[in-house]
């Protein structure tokens, strides 16, 4: 068994850019050059078995025409990444540190967001939407972007509404509304009951698109 050292794994940089930025949807916090080694991060990420994503934003197509998957890595202390994460939700989101919580903590739990596409027909990234969703009304959302050159157009999309789809996670109903670029080793916050979903591209026939994401919550 080839163990990992997490602690050496994740180290965050010493020095972090903060940019606080006031959307007309809410507050967005960007977090650039995040992680010491973010390339050997996504590297042992992606070789993690996936699970295809269960529930309403998956199909019977997942893993046949595109996939859709998660895997995690498990934390049994708290890792120093979530401490940072934990205080730019007190200092930039006005949470109450008595009532913030990790959402996973018993073990603590990065997930792994691993998304390809492989099927060109039944794809619709150039006309539709990928399943605009929120993760939950107090939640904020922490998610780093993990692979290398982005370009424009690729990140995460903000929507005017929720859609559920059914046969297909692709979507027509909702309406894009704004955009938060990715950019390697970039970190975003924002809070999880504003309606978004991965910006998709044709980029992701050819590699994998990988995202992690750690949620805090005040039950």
């Not at 995690?72 to 990444?81: D, E, G, L, R, S």
């Not at 739990?109 to 619709?124: A, C, E, P, R």
């Not at 309606?195 to 980029?203: D, F, I, S």
Request: with cysteine; aromatic share 16%; hydrophobic share 35%.
């Amino acid at each position: 068994m080839n163990l990992i050292n997490l602690e050496c794994l994740f180290e965050v940089n010493d020095y972090l850019e903060i940019k606080e930025e006031n959307k007309f949807w809410g507050k967005l916090l960007i977090v650039d050059n995040f992680w010491k080694d973010y390339k050997k991060i996504r590297e042992e990420a992606l070789k993690i078995p996936c699970i295809k994503l269960p529930g309403v934003y998956s199909s019977p197509d997942n893993g046949k025409k595109y996939f859709d998957g998660r895997s995690q890595f498990v934390f049994y202390t708290v890792p120093k990444f979530s401490e940072v994460i934990y205080h730019l939700s007190i200092q930039y989101f006005n949470q109450n540190p008595e009532k913030l919580l990790l959402k996973w903590d018993n073990p603590f739990i990065l997930f792994n967001n691993v998304f390809q596409m492989y099927d060109v027909k039944y794809n619709k990234h150039e006309t539709h939407h990928y399943g605009p969703h929120v993760d939950g009304e107090s939640h904020i959302a922490a998610i780093w972007y993990m692979n290398d050159d982005y370009e424009e157009g690729e990140g995460t999309g903000i929507y005017n509404k929720v859609e559920n789809p059914t046969a297909s996670p692709w979507c027509k109903g909702s309406k894009l509304i704004d955009s938060i670029p990715a950019k390697s080793n970039r970190l975003v916050m924002y809070k999880g009951n504003i309606p978004h979903a991965q910006l998709v591209t044709k980029r992701w026939f050819n590699e994998p698109r990988l995202s992690m994401v750690q949620f805090l919550w005040s039950p």
